[in-house]
């Protein structure tokens, strides 16, 4: 959740790249199904990395997805009143949702990384128990919806299944608002200008306090020595007259 702030970035990244680069390579047919998932894996890694270590392109695909999810879960529910005449409009609601929740999440940062990060990870879990159970059969019924494709219509068990999802939305969103992040900010992980230029300030200061010290100890040092030989200066003609009033008697 929020808490692991690079670690969301970096999954959403990795997700998204893996997922168009390997449906690429298959619509290429190019590569065996190895090679599709190694070429799919390492350019997952590196938009992955890109994500996480760049604050900002992380939040605008965070964005992305959850404009993403909340198109098709739209284009789902309207196609009771409206079934699209092809794929063109779809391909519209589904890049304008998306486009506006990435913008919306880069002024909106915390709010909107933490609804994102729930609607991804429930829409996560809600097809993995889809695949276990039914074999990705409300997975291709929302892919039916996309392509204005007429199927038939789920059971009550297939809308249980997929009600995890919204269940898991208001738990994820609830449980990051009051728990996990609570008093956290992203920001705080990467240090502004301003601290930075604090902390370069404060090393300066300790440096010259340092050198202050080191240059009062050797004035220390010589202010001693060079008493010590006045000192000894000073004694040795008394010395030097007791030895020789000694030497008289």
Known sequence: GYR???AVMFLTGFIFASVVVYLICLSEDLLPLVGNAGVALG??????????????????????????????????????????????PVVGILLAAGLLLAI???????????LGTAISGGAIMSATLDYF???????????DRLKAVDSERPCWFSWMILGVWPFMVVVGSLTQWRI?????????????????SVNLQRM???EARAEMRQKKYRYLYQVRTAHGDIISQVNMPVSDLRY????EA
């Open 4 to 6: 692991c702030f690079k």
């Open 43 to 88: 350019a997952g890694v590196m938009f992955g990395l890109i994500t996480m270590l760049v604050q900002y392109v992380g939040l605008f695909m965070t964005g992305l997805h959850t404009g993403l999810f909340l198109g098709v879960a739209g284009i789902a529910i309207a196609y009771n009143w409206w079934v699209p005449s092809s794929v063109w």
């Open 104 to 114: 919306m999440t880069l002024y909106f940062q915390k709010g909107l990384t933490i």
């Open 133 to 143: 159970i039914e074999k990705f059969l409300m997975v291709h019924w929302f892919e």
């Open 180 to 196: 996990t992040g609570r008093g956290i900010y992203h920001q705080q992980l990467v240090p502004s200008k301003k601290s930075r």
């Open 204 to 206: 300066r200061s300790r």
């Open 244 to 247: 020789t009033t000694v030497s």
